[in-house]
């Protein structure tokens, strides 16, 4: 048989794809990046101050020049590239993202096959307990999520451009996290107030975002299950963020009733979620369709499920937005 050399590369690219995130991971880990900013440019530098071994970490640094992380080289000293900035220990950069996807999610990802042959999270097997659970007993753990999510969390912006909040005197973020996204929206609209929903050890750091962006006297948080109700009612807008997809089916039919009761007339809900595409596309809302799955049984779906779902809960989709990343707004109405 006759090798394919362009097959082959493209599939030994895909094999080895862990091994460049845990050589991105131990980076971030032994916070080159930061050094590199303080001026310990060169590789014995760096050594000396990770207490790591010269001709491994030289070897380590080669490969992260080649992979986009660092520039430069010896002898002249090491540069962190746009990507190594992003790496750096400072608020908004996807540090905690790495340590996440190379600690606890590269971890469940060794169950895989456990998941794919079952259909439950891989993560319950490893750790022995849900990934709520996880998080909501290990303080540590649940920072680096919820700063993690903030760091991944840039395309926020975007939301108040493509729906109009000027009018809204209420916005309720339902499994809201660190309320980044409610502090965006609530700096687009300066007359309303918010409120936040969210289990209580996560209340904690919304508090400290939120005081530090839009002020504690706009905002008031809740601390509770949010299957458990009641959720606050008559907002003009509801947020559900990368919450839907957490969850199975039963589970966003309950949820989507809790805040059905709860909607006016002229309320909207909007949903944020990667959508799932069946024309070969969208690589990034398959890939975490597959992680969802994997971590915590939950899924990404397709326009055509979202439609029904909605439908089944007396909801209807108005317009749906692009936002970056593969990630969309959609935005519901109550059916008339």
Known sequence: MTTDPSAARAAVDLLTGAWRAQAVHVATRLGLPDLIAAGRTTGAALAEATGTDTDALHRLLRLLVILGVLEGGEPDGYRNSAVGDLLRDRPGSLRDLSLLYGEEFYRAWSGAEHALRTGRPAFEQEYGQSLIAYLGGNQEAAGRFQRAMQGSNFFFERVPEVFDFAGCRLVVDIGGGSGQLLSTVLAAAPDAHGVLVDLPHVLPIARAHLAATVGEDRVRLVGQDMFEGPL????????LSRVLGDWDEPACLRLLAEVRAVMRADSRLLVLERVVREDGTGPLAALWDVHLLVVNGGRQ????????LFGRSGLAVERIEELPMENSVLVVAPER
């Open 232 to 239: 606050p009612e008559g907002a003009d807008a509801y947020l």
């Open 301 to 308: 779906r397709t326009l055509d499920e979202y439609h029904t």
